[in-house]
């Protein structure tokens, strides 16, 4: 939830603050902070899958888990900074802007841009599937828990 409202203040930022005050629509330290915040939330939400899984499939190992929490977001954090400094190690002009007359962020076009997103596609639609995979089988658990309350009340 930080990371999203982050992110959001980030935009926000680039999108409403006058021309001549806002970071510069190359600012690297700005466009890097905004990645990362994206990133982490991203990984967040397949951070709080994992969570759920092993709150309600796996209950007696709840306490260990939470003693990795820290150390998982931590993981989460370093993984989507590799991810927003992944493109200027492809490519030194290969970077995010803000566009302020579509008000988007956008690539820089150059040779290795399609094969970045392709990848950062790849990413995000592996961290949906398991996020998808994790809650259906923690959602699975809690309809047999369900039934195993209501045959237990009869």
């Known amino acids: 939830m930080i990371c999203d409202i982050a992110k959001l203040f980030v935009t926000t930022a680039f ?6 005050l806002s970071p510069g629509p190359h600012s690297e330290i700005a466009i890097t902070v905004a990645e990362i915040f994206y990133f982490s939330s ?16 796996f209950p007696n190992r709840r306490d260990a888990w939470t003693s990795y929490t820290v150390h998982a977001i931590a993981v989460c954090v370093a993984f989507a900074s590799f991810k927003s400094f992944l493109p200027r190690w492809l490519d030194e002009n290969l970077y995010v802007y803000f566009n302020r007359e579509v008000m988007a962020w956008l690539f820089t076009k150059t040779p290795s841009t399609v094969t970045y997103m392709n990848f950062k596609m790849y990413l ?6 398991v996020v998808i995979i994790l809650d259906s089988i923690s959602f699975t658990r809690l309809h047999m828990l369900k039934a195993e309350v209501s045959v237990g009340q009869k």
């Open 15 to 20: 999108a409403l603050i006058p021309d001549d």
């Open 124 to 129: 995000s639609y592996t961290e949906i599937v």
């Open 42 to 57: 991203c990984l967040m939400h397949v951070l709080f899958a994992i969570h759920r899984l092993i709150f309600i499939v």
